[in-house]
């Protein structure tokens, strides 16, 4: 019996996806078999993401979205359900500068 990747079936989610680090990421994932959404500010460096994934045969979206907004946050996700299905992985790269401390401490305003 052949083993599936661990990632195939899987939808996730990449912040800061336009390059660097994010779009690494996204590209791995999508070796895996993961349906991946990338999301940044900027909408042409997520184009470029996207056609590096579908170049291969890979099944991937861009959603230009400023994640400090929580209006954005809810659109990439619906955007994200709509085109490739549940989310499974989230991938938080975005490269915002936020406060310090626990996560469930503080505020989501505060990031």
């Known amino acids: 019996m052949a083993r599936s990747r661990p ?3 899987q939808v996730a ?6 390059r660097g680090i994010g779009r690494a ?10 349906a991946v959404t990338v999301t940044a500010c900027s909408g042409e ?3 470029e993401t996207v056609a590096l994934i579908t170049a291969v045969g890979g099944r991937a979206i861009a959603v230009a979205a400023d994640v400090t907004d929580p209006c954005a946050v809810k659109r990439v996700v619906a955007e994200t ?5 549940q989310v499974d ?3 938080n790269n975005a490269g915002a500068a936020g406060p310090i401390g626990p996560l469930w401490e ?3 305003e505060e990031w």
């Open 25 to 34: 990421i996204a590209l791995a994932l999508a070796g895996l078999g993961a």
């Open 13 to 18: 989610i990449v912040t800061g996806g336009g």
């Open 7 to 9: 990632s195939t079936g």
């Open 106 to 108: 503080i505020a989501p």
């Open 89 to 91: 992985l989230l991938v």
């Open 81 to 85: 359900e709509q085109a490739l299905g």
């Open 45 to 47: 460096q997520l184009a």
